[in-house]
């Protein structure tokens, strides 16, 4: 069970103001089905955080493709993707023009077509690796889910 989502499920057991929100790392590489299947069941509102993966597609050639088609930018598909799904995407930036970039993405939709190929069956959370007494250690930095990554791992 992801520990989010036990979290999540006991907290609404016990809370007295039941929850409205749940913030999660969401975009194509990490749908996550069974976390949006289980919110929007419960009209609780989905906030993705990483929605543009931090840079980190934005080379993939799909991605490129779609962009090309609508003369965005590779961030901005993934906003507009988000934005479509009903979720509330939260990207980050420091810097002014990419914030504007970011939301710059009201004058285009994603069509059907661009969201069926962004339908991904993909499960690419972020890592990142650190070295910990020289040992190389895989850390999930945005989702960790001891159904994939145990404590042992
Ligand atoms: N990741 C987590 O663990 C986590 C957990 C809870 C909440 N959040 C929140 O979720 C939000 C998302 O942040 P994130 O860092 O996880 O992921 P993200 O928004 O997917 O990526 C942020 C990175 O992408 C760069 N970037 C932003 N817009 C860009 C653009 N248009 N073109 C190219 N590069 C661009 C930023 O660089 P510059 O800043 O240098 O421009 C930054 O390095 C943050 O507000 C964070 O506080 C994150």
Same mark, same amino acid.
């Given at each position: 069970?992801?520990?989010?989502? %036990?979290?999540?499920?006991?907290?609404?057991?016990?809370?007295? !103001?039941?929850? *409205?929100?749940? #913030?999660?790392?969401? &975009? +194509?590489?990490?749908?996550?089905?069974?976390? !949006?299947?289980?919110?929007?069941?419960? @009209?609780?509102?989905?906030?993705?955080?990483? +929605?543009? !993966?931090?840079?980190?597609?934005?080379?993939?050639?799909?991605?490129? =493709?779609? =962009?090309?088609? &609508? /003369?965005?930018? +590779? =961030?901005? !598909?993934?906003?507009?993707? *988000?934005? #479509?799904?009903?979720?509330?995407?939260?990207?980050? *930036?420091?810097?002014? /023009?990419?914030?504007?970039?970011? %939301?710059?993405?009201?004058?285009?939709?994603?069509? =059907?077509?661009?969201?069926?190929?962004?339908?991904?069956?993909?499960?690419? +959370?972020?890592?990142? %690796?650190?070295? &910990?007494? @020289?040992?190389?250690?895989?850390?999930?930095? *945005?989702?960790?889910?001891?159904?994939?990554?145990?404590?042992?791992?």
């Amino acid at each position: 069970m992801l520990i989010r989502y %036990a979290t999540f499920q006991t907290t609404t057991n016990i809370a007295t !103001v039941k929850c *409205s929100q749940l #913030q999660v790392e969401l &975009h +194509p590489w990490l749908p996550r089905h069974d976390i !949006v299947d289980w919110c929007t069941k419960r @009209n609780v509102i989905l906030e993705a955080y990483c +929605p543009i !993966v931090r840079g980190r597609e934005f080379e993939n050639p799909l991605l490129i =493709a779609i =962009a090309k088609k &609508h /003369s965005k930018t +590779p =961030a901005q !598909v993934l906003i507009r993707w *988000s934005l #479509q799904k009903q979720f509330v995407p939260l990207p980050k *930036s420091v810097t002014k /023009s990419r914030i504007e970039e970011n %939301a710059d993405v009201y004058d285009f939709e994603l069509d =059907a077509d661009d969201m069926r190929k962004l339908d991904l069956d993909e499960y690419k +959370p972020w890592y990142v %690796a650190i070295n &910990h007494d @020289n040992r190389d250690i895989l850390i999930c930095c *945005s989702a960790w889910d001891p159904t994939k990554i145990g404590l042992e791992d």
